[in-house]
T-cell receptor
Framework: AQSVTQPDIHITVSEGASLELRCNYS??????LFWYVQSPGQGLQLLLK??????LVQGIKGFEAEFKRSQSSFNLRKPSVHWSDAAEYFC???????????FGTGTQLKVEL | DTEVTQTPKHLVMGMTNKKSLKCEQH?????MYWYKQKAKKPPELMFV???????INESVPSRFSPECPNSSLLNLHLHALQPEDSALYLC????????????????FGPGTRLTVT
């Protein structure tokens, strides 16, 4: 069975600082990996995805993520955080029958001005 | 355009009411989904429709009744709900819903905030 772990429930960074959100997955085959962001009371917005190929993927809003098979990780990074990045971030693995997504528990990002 | 729309944005209903949530997408996607999300939790899958047919029901109580009138529309009919059903209900769509292990990215709507009194 596939699973996703996001070890950090809350992270606080200063505006302009770099950011790394951790994600570890468990999946038998090559995983399909996603990062979504959710602002309060809103739906989920897809930031980026990894299916195959280059292990460093670029997404929207200046985010990137690196797939590391040896560490079963897909960490999300941003070199300089903006106050508007404050939100909940979900890592997810797909490929379950019916295009099911398995989500991590999420990381709440707070940005200090 | 990667937009999924949902109406209404907010809904308050009593336990004896009947109401419906609506979802629409115009991306030509052939798979649509309903999720339930409680505060501070990830979304939980409820139903998957593939080519307008219900393909997955995650053991959802019968007081939730999904309907897919056509490839662009998805409804969720609500009847005799309980206070614990209060949550954010999210609709999503994807190009397909593969059953052979491939994945397609899902696009989510803004959700309907449901309160059951």
């Amino acid at each position: 069975a596939q699973s996703v772990t996001q070890p950090d429930i809350h992270i606080t960074v200063s505006e302009g600082a770099s950011l790394e959100l951790r994600c570890n997955y468990s999946y038998g085959a090559t995983p399909y990996l996603f990062w979504y962001v959710q602002s309060p009371g809103q739906g989920l917005q897809l930031l980026l995805k990894y299916f195959s190929g280059d292990t460093l993927v670029q997404g929207i809003k200046g985010f990137e993520a690196e797939f590391k098979r040896s560490q079963s990780s897909f960490n999300l990074r941003k070199p300089s955080v903006h106050w508007s990045d404050a939100a909940e971030y979900f890592c997810a693995v797909g490929g379950g029958g019916g295009n099911k997504l398995t989500f991590g528990t999420g990381t709440q990002l707070k940005v200090e001005l | 355009d990667t937009e999924v729309t949902q109406t209404p944005k907010h809904l308050v209903m009593g336990m004896t009411n009947k109401k419906s949530l609506k979802c629409e997408q115009h991306m030509g996607h052939r798979a649509m989904y309903w999720y339930k999300q409680k505060a501070k939790k990830p979304p939980e899958l409820m139903f998957v429709y593939s080519y307008e047919k219900l393909s997955i029901n995650e053991s959802v109580p019968s007081r939730f009744s999904p309907e897919c009138p056509n490839s662009s529309l998805l409804n969720l009919h609500l009847h005799a709900l309980q206070p614990e059903d209060s949550a954010l209900y999210l609709c999503a769509s994807s190009q397909e819903a593969d059953f052979k292990g491939f994945a397609y990215e899902q696009y989510f709507g803004p959700g309907t905030r449901l309160t059951v009194t």
